[in-house]
């Protein structure tokens, strides 16, 4: 069975400053590994999915997340983050062999201070 | 817009009742995953049918139960309902296909409170 941590409950931070949202994993098997984004009174929304090759994968709205696999990590940074950022975010994993359904952390409410 | 439509948006119902909540995959998935979120368990897989058939199950409640139509649209059905089970309930959708690594979509939610 697969599993996410997400140590981080919730993230206060200026606007302007970076921004680091940590997620590890522990799977016996290759997984796919996801960050979704779900804003106030809104459903789940991709933003990024890291499948295969460069270890390191952007969103279009400047999110970057890196795969670590001697880390079993897939942290998701922003180098200046906005008020329209604040929203909670989930990093998931999946089977790359086997079933598709996705694997949630309990998710990081990123708060955005002006 | 991810394709994924649910309804309704919002329910309101009493301990013991019956509710059916309804989903729409995105056109062309085959595949729809029920998920439930509240605030003590996160986010929750339930169940999730392919083509019409039962693919695979999680934490879901003997009191649950899902289909999916041969118009591919799934309902989950809730019953005996207690107050533990107000949360948000998601439906998504993907193609299904296992050798594929397309992720999975997801509608706005149905958020259910039982008073």
């Known amino acids: 069975a697969q599993s996410v941590t997400q140590l981080d409950s919730q993230v206060p931070v200026f606007e302007e400053a970076p921004v680091e949202l940590r997620c590890n994993y522990s799977?016996?098997?290759?997984?796919?590994l996801f960050w979704y984004v779900q804003y106030p009174n809104q459903g789940l929304q991709l933003l990024l999915k890291y499948l295969s090759g460069s270890t390191l994968v952007e969103s279009i709205n400047g999110f970057e997340a890196e795969f670590n696999k001697s880390q079993t990590s897939f942290h998701l940074r922003k180098p200046s983050v906005h008020i329209s950022d604040t929203a909670e975010y989930f990093c998931a994993v999946r089977r790359v062999f086997g079933n598709e359904k996705l694997t949630f952390g309990t998710g990081t409410r990123l708060t955005i201070i002006p | 817009d991810s394709g994924v439509t649910q309804t309704p948006k919002h329910l309101i119902t009493a301990t013991g009742q019956r509710v059916t909540l309804r989903c729409s995959p995105r056109s062309g998935d085959l595949s729809v995953y029920w998920y439930q979120q509240s605030l003590d368990q996160g986010l929750q897989f339930l169940i999730q049918?392919?083509?019409?058939?039962?693919?695979a199950k999680g934490n879901i409640l003997e009191r649950f139960s899902a289909q999916q139509f041969p118009d591919l649209h799934s309902e989950l059905n809730l019953s005996s309902l207690e107050l533990g089970d107000s949360a948000l309930y998601f439906c998504?959708?993907?193609?299904?296909?296992?050798?594929?690594?397309?992720?999975?979509?997801f509608g706005n939610g149905t958020r259910l409170t039982v008073t």
């Open positions: 998504a959708s993907s193609p299904g296909d296992r050798s594929s690594n397309s992720p999975l979509h």
């Open positions: 799977s016996s098997v290759s997984v796919y």
């Open positions: 049918y392919y083509n019409g058939e039962e693919r």
